[in-house]
């Protein structure tokens, strides 16, 4: 029998299905090919070899391995495994998000709407059309930040401890995608000539540090003492790579973050605040209502 790749709510009288299915292996299922869901692999431990339509590749631990409906793959484990993967629907994120849809390649002609901010978050399984570009090694505070919601979505679609549990397991999914979006990928990976300058190193460890730990208070002390750099030198490599300081980078992953958590779920105010790192909800009103113009209510609204 098909194992089905997703979740049917437990509760008597809901008939609710979420195209979300989590699942941890010691080795890729059979069903790793299937041509209904995308697939995220965090690998947390081992090494597996690859092979797509004549490619051959390694994914060693700890990495991420995403795969699309269009992939089929043939695997063998060169290193004992232990692997998480989120099976998922991309109309999960959106309803408008067919496969069809996504593979006709209208979404990318949608800049600056809300829809293609959306895409965003999934257009990597697409235009990676390269299997290499979709197999990333992970830090090891990336490792553990993803196991982290990986498991918070899973406790969400196993236990469905309330009525929230649709909507909670979803904001997981798309945090997901955020931190790999806005961390470990680059959209011009498959540029020959992509070579980075130390500093844009060092600015990708930061940036990603920031993503890793949205949820904790941060402060420039945080950053000085984490990566042995002083102040000065810090808001100047920030505003040398994104023409703003450190903290206003900062603030502006948190409030795109609790943009999309508003505007793609039902979570009260108070629990998206704490999840984009303001464990005060006032405070985080006034923070979001100066960054947008609107209140997270209003924002919401409309």
């Not at 590749?57 to 290193?79: F, G, V």
């Not at 998206?272 to 464990?279: E, F, H, K, N, T």
């Amino acid at each position: 029998m098909k194992t089905k790749l997703y979740t049917e709510c437990s509760w008597e009288g809901w008939d609710r299905i979420v195209d979300i299915y989590p699942e941890s292996v010691t080795a890729l299922p059979e069903y790793i090919n299937d041509d209904s869901t995308y697939k995220i692999i965090i690998l947390e431990k081992g090494i597996i070899q690859i092979t797509t339509g004549g490619v051959i590749c390694e994914a060693k631990a700890p990495s991420l391995i995403l795969l699309s409906q269009h992939d089929k793959i043939k695997n063998r484990i060169m290193q004992p495994i232990k692997a998480h993967i989120l099976f998922f629907k991309p109309s999960v994120i959106r309803d408008e998000f067919s496969f069809d849809r996504i593979d006709s390649g209208e979404f990318k002609k949608t800049y600056g709407q809300a829809i293609y901010q959306d895409y965003t978050l999934i257009q990597f399984f697409t235009e990676f059309e390269n299997i290499k570009d979709r197999i990333t090694p992970l830090p090891l505070n990336g490792l553990m930040r993803l196991k982290e919601l990986f498991s918070s979505a899973e406790v969400q679609l196993k236990r469905q401890q309330d009525g929230f549990w649709p909507c909670r397991s979803r904001s997981y999914l798309m945090e997901i995608l955020y931190l790999i979006v806005f961390s470990y990928l680059d959209i011009d990976t498959a540029k020959p000539d992509n070579t980075e300058s130390n500093d844009q190193i060092e600015f990708s460890k930061i940036s990603e540090y920031l993503n890793e730990h949205i949820e904790e208070q941060i402060t420039l002390e945080t950053l000085t003492k984490e990566f042995s750099i002083n102040r000065n030198k810090l808001n100047e490599l920030f505003m040398e790579q994104s023409s703003m300081t450190c903290m206003n980078y900062l603030l502006n992953l948190r409030i795109d973050l609790a943009k999309i958590l508003l505007t793609k779920t039902e979570l009260q105010i108070s629990e998206i605040s704490s999840r984009v790192g303001y464990p005060d909800s006032n405070y985080f009103t006034k923070v979001f209502k100066k960054s947008t113009g609107k209140t997270p209510s209003q924002y919401r609204n409309s």
